[in-house]
């Protein structure tokens, strides 16, 4: 659990870094697409029913722009990170989780992503050269 969630926060990171170091740009697309497929994995690796869970869950946002976009995100991850320290089976781990998900789907909706697009071009990559550990 712990390797999968690091490597999440490393995919939130990449979203960062390439911010910094290009603005917004085309890249940001495949970014989120890796958040949201090693979230996914994670879900499904604790048999967290996402569908079933995402109705429960609501997205607030406290300001509005890349930057805070991308800050929401590393706010909700560092969440994650404490939730699972207590337990995986703990609720907040569930929710933050999801939280991140949708994040991520709406990062790409505001900004006129196609993330399931993105989404299935990263999982033909994937295939291609392997997952890397992803069951996606």
């Not at 999968?4 to 890249?27: F, K, V």
């Not at 958040?35 to 300001?63: C, E, H, M």
């Not at 976009?69 to 994650?80: A, M």
């Not at 949708?102 to 033909?124: G, H, P, S, W």
């Amino acid at each position: 659990v712990l390797e999968t969630i690091a490597l999440i926060g490393s995919e939130i990171g990449e979203l960062a870094r390439e911010y910094i170091i290009n603005g917004y740009c085309d890249s940001f697309s495949e970014e989120l697409a890796d958040i949201i497929l090693r979230s996914l994995d994670l879900a499904y690796w604790q048999k967290i029913l996402i569908a079933d869970n995402f109705k429960t869950v609501v997205v607030t946002w406290n300001k509005r722009g890349h930057l805070e976009d991308i800050l929401e995100l590393t706010i909700d991850f560092s969440k994650l990170v404490n939730s699972v320290r207590n337990d995986s089976d703990n609720p907040d781990f569930k929710r933050y989780l999801i939280t991140i998900i949708l994040r991520a789907i709406e990062i790409a909706d505001i900004n006129n992503i196609d993330i399931e697009n993105a989404v299935r071009k990263k999982m033909e990559i994937n295939e291609q050269r392997g997952t890397r550990g992803r069951l996606l």
